[in-house]
Structures are given as C-alpha cells and as structure tokens.
C-alpha cells in the first residue's frame, strides 16, 4: 500500500485566490476541501500580500501538505495585472517554501489539458471535469471558479506525478477518459 499524499493547489489572484487540497493514495485520489481567499476588502496592494501569505500559511498549517502546484501567471496584454498576479503567486510560494512544501508550477493550458484534454477549455469545462473525475457532489462545488481552478492545479500535478517518464502519449479520447477514471 502506497503512503498517502496531500497535494496543495493554488489559482493565483490580486482578488479572489482559489486553493483546492488533494488526497491521494497510490492511483486513487479525492477532494479535501477547496475554497477562495477574497482580497476584495483590502485596497492595498501590499495589504493584500500579507493576507495572501497568512492565509497560505494557515492552510499549509491546517492540512500539512506534501507538495504544492500553483498555477504559473500567463503572459496577457496587461503588463500592471502580470506583474500584480506574480507577486501574488511569489507570496503564495514564499508562504510554501518557509513550511519547506516542494513546489510545481503549471501552464494554464497544461492545467487544462490534463484535466479536460483540450489547452484551451473553459473554466467551466474544468469544473465539471473535476466534478466527475473526483466524483465531487454538487451541493460541494462553490460559486468561484477560482476555487475549482486551484483544485484543477493539484489534480494536474497529481496526473503528471502518475506519468511515466517514457513519454507515452494518449492516443485517443476514450484512453483519455480511461485513464482518469472518467468511463
């Protein structure tokens, strides 16, 4: 029997950060919790960051992961929101590496792509791929996306943690779908 692992996931954000945290044991993994820090209350940019980093810190405290996967900030036409949403995810980082939790990044579109297949999908494409691959109950999906966004960071590093390191390539949807569980 495989030794249980929590991964942490992270859906940077100046506003509404989403954190979702993942049970895993050998090829079976499930929901703990997800949720979302609101920053919309703190006008302060630099305010905002030390909430990022004690809210961080107290959910690492709180469900002592294994590794953390954040998703990485993609390049937009707003160069003010990029640099915003790196420090975002900087602080989140520095909250993991100060509790010593191993820490993976992620392109949006991998995200996406290992949960739906497909780089470009939805967010809400994403939420229901999650809700039927960890057989999540309804009354349990929040209103934030970003929430099932963070969640979405820590089954996809979940997903390449199973990968073989050969390279081998999904050959069709059905395998796909086999694979994670889905049919």
Not at 42 to 63: F, H, N, P, S
Not at 128 to 141: G, N, T
Request: hydrophobic share 45%; net charge positive; glycine share 8%.
């Amino acid at each position: 029997m495989e030794a249980e692992r929590i991964i942490m996931g992270i859906d940077p954000g100046t506003n509404i950060m989403g954190y979702g945290i993942l049970r895993v044991q050998g090829r079976h993994a499930e929901m703990v919790t997800m949720g979302v820090i609101d920053l919309h209350k703190y006008a302060d940019q630099y305010l905002k960051l030390g909430r990022i980093y004690e809210r961080v810190t107290g959910i690492i405290e709180a469900y002592l992961p294994d590794e953390l996967a954040i998703e990485a900030p993609f390049f937009g036409k707003n160069v003010q929101s990029m640099l915003k949403l790196g420090r975002a995810q900087g602080v989140a980082i520095a909250a993991a590496i100060q509790r010593q939790v191993p820490i993976h990044e992620y392109a949006p579109m991998q995200i996406k792509m290992a949960l739906t297949g497909n780089g470009s999908a939805s967010k809400e494409q994403v939420a229901y791929m999650l809700r039927q691959v960890l057989k999540i109950p309804e009354d349990a999906m929040l209103p934030w996306l970003d929430a099932t966004d963070g969640l979405a960071a820590a089954y996809c590093h979940y997903i390449e943690s199973q990968r073989p390191t050969s390279g081998s390539k999904v050959r069709s949807w059905k395998e796909f779908a086999r694979q994670r569980g889905i049919v």
